[in-house]
């Protein structure tokens, strides 16, 4: 393995760079629990900029009404015939509306929706628009088929076709939804039967198969062949995490509709082992509360014969099989399979559909759950952002009528009382997220430096002006808290590279940490090709985050006429053990990634010439032939060149096992003057007759003016002695 393979380490630096603290803005959105705004405030930030700061704070519930001896539904009540309550304390109703498939409006004309491309043919579908969703049934069939086996996927595939064909009504509007390798929406909101039949039959046509929870300690799901089995809980574990941001990215994407909404999520069983998955289900349960979706969950396996010998897809067990603890275990799986999809359900105000062969009560259930209800939304008196979760109670002032709606909802968590695993979540959201993280100021550069043919050091320096840290002083410590999440892309999206590390920096406050920099250094081991890089830094303390992305070309140099590294740049030098490219004679270079630099510093350059040609010398043998590489370094204001180094010439390599010559400059810049200059380095391989001329620019400034000293007290005038008294 190569020596600088897998490398994260962290430099950390208060770095007294020139640049000074960009400004930054703070955007503190509150979870979208309605669609009504509050009043907004404005708020100055540390710069005196105005922040105008908009939360939201509406809770939308459904209610049906039944008559409790019928069952039939209720309509006409008002406003002032309902109370609710969130705990002990009743809520002002400030949002009321009913809706009933009873006034829905025929869909004579449709648009065209991007969103969706279908899977069996070109041939574009009519999609229902917007304003013509009001009064009418919203149904996705969100098809789980990385869960599912080929029995149960064609259970689940004939229910829908004959609900489509024989049971669907002019009010509903179904959408499809399948998560196979991707998610994919594969049929927009649509009233045309013919178009979803045809969509729904692809599935049942698919040659893939549902992928098995794995095994785990407590279960005798492999032949027990041996006193060991393997435990795949962590396996298990991220399968569900990926159903579960499956079911959230669907809620999310509805958000927008205000209309009721529900999903027959078909799936054969979502395990969760403990506290685990505790996260994602609580964030798929709050995304579709605020999206006013319910969850209908059904289980495609149907009614299962459960026994101690498992099924036939079970190794036969050598010993135990009758003494209850297989049966146990058995049984004990598959209520685990079976508790994440009730939860789903009960949360979100829908029905779970367990353990039945019979699918079509479901499609039933989510047309008579849907035929009218009562929208009601209030604004919390409770402010508190605590991420708790909130029972709801709401009565009608008038008798034999039952009313039915979901029991509650978590309350929005802002970061001082978010867990671990939605911090975390969150940091990995913004990492996959198409909108940059704006509230604090980031900068990154990086690096790359060839190791072997094909495989190059790839450095990352990341820059946070200490201005943007809330340090919170502990005795005579500036104290904080980052936690820094990076990943790599290839050209075709592929994730093949990752850092995630918490900093914990305790700073003496004589640095005044708020007036420099912190740089934080990490790198990564990658083959020649076209990358993506994003970084993503948070503070602990407020949790705002920062993003930073860009593009690294790691060129194949094997016809390169002159094969270079990258240029680093660096205003200071520091002692370093380690074996890097980045490191010369125990000094480590620390990029200056700004190219903003003092008079009183100096201009350290670092870079590396690869295999160059060398002379041929009679007798030399074993790569001793001399090499012959020339470098300088112009600085120009304009056209005009204002000074030049001296010439440094390589006659060796000095780079043991990687074929390369390091060059390093150092350039004292007390002799120049303030401004921008354009930089011109100047490389040639004087044996094969390669050239290179790279240019980048620096700005220089002046030191900052020393305080100035403190003023020595004046003493008072001496009073003049009065005459006579002998003073």
């Known amino acids: 393995m190569n020596k600088f393979a897998g490398k994260a380490g962290a430099i950390l630096a208060a770095a007294a760079l020139a640049m000074p603290g960009a400004g930054w803005s703070q955007q503190n959105p509150a979870p979208a629990l309605g669609t009504q705004i509050a009043t907004p405030q404005v708020s100055d930030t540390p710069q005196g900029g105005l922040v105008l700061k908009v939360s939201t704070n509406l809770v939308l519930t459904n209610v049906v009404a039944r008559d409790t001896k019928t069952g039939e539904l209720v309509q006409g009540l008002k406003q002032s015939d309902f109370r609710v309550w969130e ?96 998610l994919k929406v594969d049929q927009d909101f649509t009233a045309d039967k013919d178009a979803l039949i045809r969509e729904v039959g692809a599935y049942n046509g698919t040659e893939g198969q549902g992928f098995e929870q794995g095994a785990t300690a407590n279960t005798n799901q492999t032949e027990d062949t041996t006193a060991y089995t393997a435990d795949e809980s962590e396996y298990n574990d991220l399968n569900t995490d990926r159903e579960l941001f499956a079911l959230r990215a669907i809620a999310k994407s509805l958000e927008k509709i205000g209309e009721k909404k529900s999903l027959l999520y078909f799936s054969g069983g979502i395990s969760r082992d403990g506290i685990e998955n505790q996260a994602s289900l609580r964030s798929a349960v709050n995304a579709a509360v605020r999206a006013n979706l319910a969850i209908y969950s059904v289980d ?101 009528i039952k009313l039915e709606y979901r029991p509650g909802y978590y309350a929005p968590a802002d970061f001082q009382h978010a867990g671990r695993e939605d911090r975390e979540q969150e940091l990995n959201e913004q990492l996959v997220s198409d909108l940059p993280a704006t509230d604090m100021a980031l900068y990154m550069d990086a690096f790359f430096f060839r190791v072997d043919r094909d495989r190059y050091y790839v450095p990352v320096s990341l820059i946070v002006p200490g201005s943007q840290i809330p340090f919170v002083k502990g005795g005579d410590k500036d104290k904080a808290t980052l936690d820094i999440l990076g990943g790599v892309l290839d050209e075709v999206k592929r994730p093949i590279g990752r850092a995630r590390e918490t900093v914990k920096l305790n700073l003496d406050q004589g640095l005044n940490a708020r007036q420099k920099n912190i740089q934080y250094t990490t790198s990564f081991n990658l083959p020649a090709g076209k990358y993506h890089l994003k970084f993503v830094v948070r503070e602990n303390q407020t949790g705002r985050m920062g993003s930073f992305e860009a593009d690294i070309l790691l060129p194949e140099m094997k016809k390169a006429p002159l094969k270079m590294s990258s240029i680093l740049l660096a205003s ?156």
Not at 680 to 699: E, M, Y
Request: a neutral charge; glycine letters at 8%.
């Open 300 to 400: 495609t396996r149907g009614l299962e014969a459960i026994g101690p010998l498992g099924n036939a897809s079970t190794g036969s067990l050598r010993s135990g099989a009758n003494n209850g603890a297989a049966l146990q275990n058995n049984m004990n799986a598959n209520f685990s399979s079976q508790e994440v999809m009730a939860t789903l359900s009960t949360e979100t105000g829908g029905k779970a559909f367990l353990d039945s062969n019979d699918f079509a009560p479901a499609f039933a259930q989510v047309q008579k759950d849907s035929s009218a209800y009562y929208a009601i939304g209030f604004r919390s008196s409770n402010p508190a952002h605590d991420g708790k979760y909130r029972k709801l109670k709401i009565t009608v002032n008038r008798p034999g």
């Open 87 to 182: 705990g002990n304390r009743e809520q002002q109703v400030s949002t009321f509306d009913f809706q009933t498939v009873e006034m829905a409006t025929p869909l004579k004309e449709a648009t065209i929706s991007g969103l969706a491309a279908g899977t069996s043919g070109s041939k574009a579908v009519l999609v229902a628009k917007p304003e013509d969703l009001r009064n009418h049934r919203l149904i996705v069939m969100f098809f789980d088929l990385t869960s599912m086996q080929p029995e149960d996927l064609e259970r689940s595939v004939d229910a829908a076709r004959d609900f489509l064909k024989t049971k669907m009504q002019a009010a509903d509007l179904v959408a499809l939804v399948s998560l196979g390798d991707t």
């Open 572 to 727: 200071s030098r520091q002692p370093s053990k380690k074996l890097e490219p980045t490191v010369r004679n125990g000094q480590e270079y620390v990029p200056n990634i700004s190219h903003v630099f003092r008079r009183d510093q100096h201009l350290f350059l670092l870079y590396e010439i690869y295999s160059p040609m060398r002379a041929k010398v009679e007798g030399a043998k074993g790569g001793g032939e001399p090499v012959r590489v020339l470098t300088s370094l112009q600085l120009m204001q304009g056209s005009v060149k204002v000074y030049e180094t001296p010439q440094v010439e390589a006659k060796t390599i000095n780079v043991a096992g990687r074929d390369a010559v390091a060059m390093e400059l150092d350039v004292p810049l007390d002799a120049l003057k303030p401004g921008q200059y354009t930089c011109q380095l100047n490389v040639i391989d004087d044996t094969a007759g390669a050239f290179a001329f790279p240019r980048f620019a620096v700005l220089l400034k002046d030191p900052p003016a020393p305080p100035a000293p403190p003023t020595a007290p004046v003493a008072p005038a001496a009073s003049a002695p009065v005459a006579g008294t002998g003073k």
